[in-house]
């Protein structure tokens, strides 16, 4: 038997591992620990890299559809017009709507029509980057696809990642849908002017966020209430500042 | 169903390191997907199965393993293994510990057959 594979060919048979020389078929187990996820987090550090270059802050957000990502954007575009040059990706399986919505607020925007896929990746990302004035921004928000689960797994090299729920969805989700969680930096509840109307419990959330996540900041507003995005504005301001001084 | 994505993804990677092994035909793939992806196995079994069709792993069937999450505790510095989410530390309660294992989709390995027509 050969004492390299164990093969049990007779000896007389040509059979020199050394020099790759089989004539021989056998098996061979490959041991090769290699991550699925490896392309798309070297894409990610890339794109993280080139928007740090031009010096912009770059925004993931994640949520089910219809939480209030695209009116998050509008709202910030608010408040940021005069002092930050907000520029968006939006991510959807089908439709450019959100994205003609921003265009409306004459902000530069890229749309990524994702077609069967449920979620961006940092190779879309990447794409989008060089449909955008990037030299002429400061802020970058990417409106992730409406799904609560997949997105989470992608790195898209944005600086920070967050997660929306609004009080229609029910105070139980953060422990149903806990991947998105672990890998955001915050956390917005949103339509609060709601909360009279529904039985949703604001702590519940926040603590089930906590437990997945100890540092996550946590932010409850409405995009219908005057001044309710004011922390949340000030928190991305102080990023901002941390990140590109 | 980002179990597809995967998929595609493990197509690629495995048909990659057989040809790069210089293997005549692959046997069997595995890979070690980690409970914090949230990937479903019936689900990345499936799509597998759709994305293997006219490659060199059509006749390679995958095989699956779950790896629990393995996490430490920044404050008592207590390693635990968890079957669920809940990463708070059971020694001292303190939230948010450090997962060491647990959140990666790998492939394992490949069964390939070496030689031959080679």
Same mark, same amino acid.
């Given at each position: 038997?050969?004492?390299?594979?164990?093969?049990?060919?007779?000896?007389?048979?040509?059979?020199?591992?050394?020099?790759?020389?089989?004539?021989?078929?056998?098996?061979?187990?490959?041991? !090769?620990?290699?991550?699925? &996820? =490896?392309?798309?987090?070297?894409?990610?550090? *890339? $794109?993280?890299?080139? @928007?740090?270059?031009?010096?912009?802050?770059?925004?993931?957000?994640?949520?089910?559809?219809?939480?209030?990502?695209?009116?998050?954007?509008?709202?910030?575009?608010?408040?940021?017009?005069?002092?930050?040059?907000?520029?968006?990706?939006?991510?959807?399986?089908?439709?450019?709507?959100?994205?003609?919505?921003?265009?409306?607020?004459?902000?530069?925007?890229?749309?990524?029509?994702?077609?069967?896929?449920?979620?961006?990746?940092?190779?879309?990302?990447?794409?989008? !980057?060089?449909?955008?004035? &990037? =030299?002429?921004?400061?802020?970058?928000?990417? *409106? $992730?696809?409406?799904? @609560?689960?997949?997105?989470?797994?992608?790195?898209?090299?944005?600086?920070?990642?967050?997660?929306?729920?609004?009080?229609?969805?029910?105070?139980?989700?953060?422990?149903?849908?806990?991947?998105?969680?672990?890998?955001?930096?915050?956390?917005?509840?949103?339509?609060?002017?709601?909360?009279?109307?529904?039985?949703?419990?604001?702590?519940?959330?926040?603590?089930?966020?906590?437990?997945?996540?100890?540092?996550?900041?946590?932010?409850?507003?409405?995009?219908?209430?005057?001044?309710?995005?004011?922390?949340?504005?000030?928190?991305?301001?102080?990023?901002?500042?941390?990140?590109?001084? | 169903?980002?179990?597809?994505?995967?998929?595609?993804?493990?197509?690629?990677?495995?048909?990659?390191?057989?040809?790069?092994?210089?293997?005549?035909?692959?046997?069997?793939?595995?890979?070690?997907?980690?409970?914090?992806?949230?990937?479903?196995?019936?689900?990345?079994?499936?799509?597998?199965?759709?994305?293997?069709?006219?490659?060199?792993?059509?006749?390679?069937?995958?095989?699956?393993?779950?790896?629990?999450?393995?996490?430490?505790?920044?404050?008592?510095?207590?390693?635990?293994?968890?079957?669920?989410?809940?990463?708070?530390?059971?020694?001292?309660?303190?939230?948010?510990?450090?997962?060491?294992?647990?959140?990666?989709?790998?492939?394992?390995?490949?069964?390939?057959?070496?030689?031959?027509?080679?």
């Amino acid at each position: 038997m050969c004492e390299t594979c164990g093969c049990g060919l007779p000896e007389e048979a040509k059979h020199a591992h050394e020099d790759h020389g089989h004539d021989h078929p056998h098996r061979e187990e490959a041991r !090769l620990y290699r991550s699925l &996820l =490896e392309a798309n987090e070297a894409q990610a550090r *890339e $794109n993280r890299e080139h @928007l740090l270059e031009h010096r912009v802050l770059a925004v993931n957000l994640m949520s089910g559809p219809g939480s209030g990502k695209t009116s998050l954007i509008e709202t910030l575009a608010g408040f940021t017009a005069g002092r930050w040059r907000l520029g968006v990706i939006e991510g959807d399986l089908a439709t450019d709507r959100d994205a003609a919505r921003v265009r409306a607020l004459g902000l530069p925007v890229h749309q990524v029509t994702t077609g069967s896929t449920c979620h961006l990746d940092a190779a879309m990302v990447h794409g989008a !980057l060089h449909a955008l004035p &990037l =030299e002429d921004l400061d802020l970058l928000v990417v *409106e $992730n696809v409406g799904n @609560l689960v997949c997105p989470g797994l992608y790195d898209l090299g944005c600086h920070l990642n967050g997660v929306l729920l609004s009080v229609t969805e029910g105070d139980d989700k953060v422990a149903k849908y806990p991947v998105a969680f672990r890998h955001a930096q915050f956390f917005c509840i949103t339509k609060t002017d709601l909360l009279p109307h529904v039985d949703f419990d604001v702590e519940r959330p926040k603590r089930e966020a906590r437990l997945l996540k100890g540092d996550l900041k946590v932010f409850a507003c409405s995009s219908r209430v005057p001044g309710s995005l004011d922390g949340f504005a000030a928190y991305l301001e102080g990023e901002r500042k941390a990140l590109l001084g | 169903m980002h179990e597809w994505s995967l998929a595609c993804a493990l197509v690629k990677t495995a048909e990659e390191e057989a040809a790069r092994r210089g293997a005549s035909r692959v046997f069997e793939v595995s890979v070690s997907v980690g409970f914090l992806t949230g990937v479903v196995p019936e689900l990345l079994e499936r799509a597998y199965d759709m994305a293997r069709q006219g490659t060199s792993l059509e006749g390679a069937p995958l095989r699956i393993e779950v790896a629990p999450v393995r996490a430490r505790c920044g404050g008592c510095g207590r390693e635990t293994v968890f079957e669920g989410y809940a990463l708070a530390c059971p020694a001292c309660g303190r939230p948010g510990m450090e997962v060491l294992s647990g959140d990666d989709i790998l492939l394992r390995g490949l069964d390939l057959e070496m030689g031959g027509s080679a």
